[in-house]
């Protein structure tokens, strides 16, 4: 299926923690191997790929006049997102829009802005057609890296599970090293004593970088989960790339590119090669290594792409 979040400023933190979280029953009939058209600031700049079943999960909402945090129920929904190379932008595409979006309910308004009425919805097969034949095979090339990102979800998962079930950890323990999961908590405090900006975008604005572990958190031990030093500052665009292994970097600093990315990437994101982001630091090394040799240029199921 596929379905569509309008999605407010105040709630972006969910493309960097993966997921989203709504009560709306329509939620539930989602599965994994979905696809999530995500509108945000009058366009759409992210896809997502559901990655496994919603569940009961509470959300904080602010404060009340007595200074107590309440939480509602509803439903979280896991999500792999992703940065478009080309962005969407329903306003330039009304005439075609209108003929396909819904008399009630629709989650676009008639200017092509969000309607705030809808925040997750499914779309009809018409919709979702013009959509991805507006997006010109953007959507296609994530439902073909779709087996390869469900089993490394899969594969966190089951990870998380096995900690969840440890009798040796303390909650406060337990938590930091769940956080680090979606690079939060102490482990991106730990990341941003090793780095400051994005190697690649160069971006320092930090609410704009996600943490990425350069080992990654499925296959470290508790140590290197939360250790700072296996880490990057990512744009999220660059995220995406590193974590599916289409790029990586020497020690030195050089820039790697696998050899089944698209050139129009490198291309339509401004990255230019020759590059160097400038040398790692010792204990980096180490992480980068173990990156080269596993993720690097591998394709589904872990195999290095011959």
């Given amino acids: 299926m596929y379905w569509w979040v309008n999605l407010s400023q105040s709630r972006r933190h969910e493309l960097d923690a993966g997921y989203l979280w709504s009560v709306a029953p329509s939620m539930r009939r989602a599965r994994p191997g979905d696809i999530v058209f995500v509108h945000s600031g009058r366009q759409v700049a992210q896809l997502g790929l559901v990655t496994g079943a919603p569940f009961a999960a509470r959300r904080s909402v602010a404060a009340g006049r007595r200074g107590v ?40 308004r008639a200017s092509g802005d969000a309607n705030p009425a809808v925040y997750f919805c499914a779309l009809s097969e018409p919709l979702a057609a013009l959509l991805c034949e507006l997006l010109g095979g953007q959507v296609e090339e994530l439902q073909r890296a779709a087996p390869a990102l469900e089993n490394s979800e899969r594969a966190d998962d089951v990870a998380e599970q096995a900690l969840l079930a440890r009798l040796d950890l303390d909650a406060g323990t337990r938590k930091r090293l769940l956080s680090a999961r979606r690079g939060l908590g102490v482990y991106r405090e730990h990341v941003e004593r090793h780095e400051q900006s994005c190697r690649l975008t160069g971006l320092l604005d930090r609410r704009h970088l996600r943490a990425r572990h350069i080992k990654p958190w499925r296959d470290c031990n508790d140590r290197e989960k939360l250790d700072g030093a296996n880490g990057l500052l990512c744009s999220p665009h660059i995220d995406q790339l590193f974590e599916r292994g289409l790029i990586s970097f020497t020690d030195a600093g050089d820039l790697l590119v696998a050899r089944q990315l698209n050139p129009a990437v490198l291309q339509a994101w401004g990255i230019t090669m020759p590059r160097n982001v400038g040398p790692f630091q010792t204990g980096q090394c180490s992480y980068l290594e173990w990156h080269r040799l596993q993720v690097f240029e591998h394709g589904e199921g872990g195999r290095r792409i011959a």
């Fill in 69 to 108: 945090r309440r939480s509602s129920e509803g439903l979280r929904l896991p999500v792999h997102f992703e940065e478009l190379l080309q962005p969407l932008q329903p306003a330039k595409h009304l005439v075609a829009l209108k003929k396909a979006l819904p008399a009630r309910l629709s989650p676009l």
